[in-house]
Nanobody
Framework: QVQLVESGGGLVQAGGSLRLSCAAS????????MGWYRQAPGSQRELVAV???????NYADSVKGRFTISRDNAKNTVYLQMSSLKPEDAAVYYC?????????WGQGTQVTVSS
């Protein structure tokens, strides 16, 4: 089992920045990718960004150039630096990790963007 604990959500004004963190623990050996998804009310959960164990990244078109995903392998932590936030970025953000067998989800952290 892998446990994921997110932090860093909150309320920010449009144009502002936030950094989300996700700490992984448990059976972390074998995790080959970690990432962030988000889900707004009435919408499906969508991929925001993902980073592989080798550092390759992929972003949703809607956040390219504004969000940056990174990881600290020594701390088993992945970060999402969010800048130039827009009201449409408001959602619950979920950390995700996967190995060759299955995927794991964090409990989610709320990001609210005021206009």
């Amino acid at each position: 089992q892998v446990q994921l604990v997110e932090s860093g959500g909150g309320l920010v004004q449009a144009g502002g920045s936030l950094r989300l963190s996700c700490a992984a623990s448990g059976s972390i050996f074998g995790i080959n990718a970690m990432g962030w998804y988000r889900q707004a009310p009435g919408s499906q959960r969508e991929l925001v960004a993902v980073i592989t164990r080798f550092g390759s990244t992929n972003y949703a078109d809607s956040v390219k150039g504004r969000f940056t995903i990174s990881r600290d392998n020594a701390k088993n932590t992945v970060y999402l630096q969010m800048s130039s936030l827009k009201p449409e970025d408001a959602a619950v953000y979920y950390c995700y990790a996967r190995n060759v067998v299955e995927g794991y989800w964090g409990q989610g952290t709320q990001v609210t963007v005021s206009s």
